[in-house]
């Protein structure tokens, strides 16, 4: 694990970045920063894609209680059409940092895949870094589960969608309910399936 060079090194205030949602035609893309202690263990926790609903919630709560600091970023779809998803995820990924930056006073981040350019300390991105860092794991959890809760709340009001099934990704149920029922307020304008409702429509 990347920490444990880190902590050898002396470094011990180490945030691991992750984002999810990019893919997704509604909702917006959160990101979640998260610092734990060097004696931090959770067994099998690796990325938050491969783990049940069930345990990702359990994982969440485990690690919310046990970590050192932790933050949450999110940008809205009508900015993800404003600025691309590339730049959208990295925004959220530095709201998050900041948001533990107000908490404590960070050493170094470990992030998912994506350079930070803006972030004024020590950075590594690292490939697949949700099965390399542990912090970066613990974050993916973080961020999964704050953005699922989001498409849960949508599906209680538009039932009709799945939302609770699909999370917002363009499944084939998930296009033909836009295709039905049309779109409601939180779609990402610049993602092609919502493009061709749009354009449908006029």
Known sequence: MYENELFKEGIDLIGGV???????????????CCVLPKDFKLD????????????????YNYIIENCIAYGIGKVSPEEID?????????????????????????????VDAMPLPDLDIPHTPIIKGDSKSISIAAASVIAKVVRDREMYELDEKYP???????KGYPTKKHIEAINTYGLIEGYRKSYGPVKEVLNASK
Do not use: C, T, W
């Not at 730049?87 to 948001?99: G, L, V």
């Open 160 to 166: 009709m969608y799945g939302f609770n099934k699909h």
């Open 18 to 32: 992750d984002e999810v949602g990019r893919g997704p035609l509604i909702g917006n893309v959160v990101a979640a």
């Open 82 to 110: 404003e600025i691309n998803i590339y730049e959208a995820s990295r925004k959220a990924m530095m709201i998050a940092i900041n948001e533990v930056k107000k908490q404590i006073s960070l050493e170094h981040v470990l």
């Open 44 to 59: 099998g926790l690796n990325d938050s894609k491969k783990l049940s609903e069930k345990k990702r919630d359990e994982y």
